[in-house]
T-cell receptor
Framework: AQSVTQLGSHVSVSEGALVLLRCNYS??????LFWYVQYPNQGLQLLLK??????LVKGINGFEAEFKKSETSFHLTKPSAHMSDAAEYFC?????????????FGQGTTLQVKP | KAGVTQTPRYLIKTRGQQVTLSCSPI?????VSWYQQTPGQGLQFLFE???????NKGNFPGRFSGRQFSNSRSEMNVSTLELGDSALYLC??????????????FGPGTRLTVL
């Protein structure tokens, strides 16, 4: 069964520092992987998604993620953190190869950005 | 296009009551998925509807049900509410028609509090 593990429930960085949020997946088939962000009292906003077209995926707001099959990882990075990046981030995998309308989410990582 | 809308945004109920939540998908989207978000369990998939039919279902008791109308709007119902049903309920829509995995776009959620 597919699953997602996010290492670190809380990450704190200084403004301008590198952001690295870790996600490892377990999947028996080539996965579709997603990163979403959730600001307080809001729904989830898609940052980027991996669909096997390219291993380095660029998303919105300067975020990118690299799919590494050998490490079963899909870590999210941003070169320079902004205060506005403070939010909760979720990695998700779509089980199976077809469209099931189902996403399996990691437990989330709260990103704190210090001035 | 307008995004996914959910009504109401906030709801307070007492144990034993039932509740109905509504979701209007992005125009043209035919798939609607529902998720429950709690601090303890995180984001969990409830069910997905496509063309008025439940296409996929998560591991929730039968007290949780849903339906979809011909205009793709969806409702979910929770009967005999329990304290543990207090959560943020998120609705997501996607095109749902292709064999590949679609991107899901989330609404702002309905915050349900059960007293």
């Amino acid at each position: 069964a597919q699953s997602v593990t996010q290492l670190g429930s809380h990450v704190s960085v200084s403004e301008g520092a590198l952001v690295l949020l870790r996600c490892n997946y377990s999947s028996s088939v080539p996965p579709y992987l997603f990163w979403y962000v959730q600001y307080p009292n809001q729904g989830l906003q898609l940052l980027l998604k991996y669909t096997s077209a390219a291993t380095l995926v660029k998303g919105i707001n300067g975020f990118e993620a690299e799919f590494k099959k050998s490490e079963t990882s899909f870590h999210l990075t941003k070169p320079s953190a902004h205060m506005s990046d403070a939010a909760e981030y979720f990695c998700a995998v779509s089980p199976g190869s077809g469209n099931t309308g189902k996403l399996i989410f990691g437990q989330g990582t709260t990103l704190q950005v210090k001035p | 296009k307008a995004g996914v809308t959910q009504t109401p945004r906030y709801l307070i109920k007492t144990r034993g009551q039932q509740v109905t939540l509504s979701c209007s998908p992005i125009s043209g989207h035919r798939s609607v998925s529902w998720y429950q978000q709690t601090p303890g369990q995180g984001l969990q998939f409830l069910f997905e509807y496509f063309s008025e039919t439940q296409r996929n279902k998560g591991n929730f008791p039968g007290r949780f049900s849903g339906r979809q109308f011909s205009n793709s709007r969806s409702e979910m119902n929770v009967s005999t509410l329990e304290l543990g049903d207090s959560a943020l309920y998120l609705c997501a829509s996607s095109e749902g028609t292709s064999l590949k995995v679609d991107t899901q776009y989330f609404g702002p959620g309905t915050r349900l509090t059960v007293l």
